[in-house]
């Protein structure tokens, strides 16, 4: 089973995604995509880190995440756009090369036997106009990802100021 849950920045989708875990596990899997880029964006992880108590196996992917094994779990990757931008700077903005990794390692976890996979993913095309041309090409990126994966997923709820509104599928 895959959950899509999608959303403006602060629009309620991680604690949504959570929550939903929670209600389908007693030991639900985290997976943070984040890349530690800075002393910043390190505190920002570790607040994360604090908000999941004992229940939760937290995993630590930055790209490949092929490499864990969803079978007979519930488990939360959080999120998209995080991911992707790390294949984004590591095939130096390939937005082909990026979609085609991206995408491959989207397929080896959403074909794993008896998993329930829940995506957090932003919609920033929804967002400003990027200013730059490289930040347009990420908006693009992401858009397609995000069709990539609506299309496979079972359920899509669009989180809008913190209501979820179910786009396919049910809950």
């Not at 030991?27 to 607040?47: E, G, H, N």
């Not at 959080?78 to 294949?87: E, G, I, S």
Request: negative net charge; contains cysteine; charged residues 25%.
């Amino acid at each position: 089973m895959i959950y899509l849950i999608t959303g403006g920045e602060r629009s309620g989708k991680s604690s949504y995604a959570e929550n939903l875990a929670k209600r389908l596990s007693d030991k639900p899997m985290y997976v943070a995509t984040a890349r530690k880029w800075d002393d910043d964006f390190q505190k920002r992880i570790d607040r994360h880190q604090k908000d999941r108590d004992e229940r939760w196996i937290n995993v630590e992917k930055e790209k490949h995440l092929s490499e864990i094994d969803f079978s007979g779990k519930v488990a939360i990757v959080d999120c998209v756009t995080l991911w992707l931008t790390n294949f984004f700077v590591d095939t130096k903005n390939d937005v082909s090369l990026c979609l085609e990794q991206a995408k491959a390692e989207f397929d080896a976890i959403a074909n794993q036997e008896n998993a329930t996979i829940i995506i957090v993913t932003n919609e920033i095309g929804m967002g400003i106009h990027a200013e730059t041309h490289i930040g347009r090409k990420f908006t693009e990126l992401q858009g397609w990802m995000n069709q990539y994966i609506a299309a496979t997923a079972d359920s899509v709820v669009l989180m809008v100021s913190g209501i979820p509104v179910t786009i396919k599928g049910t809950i």
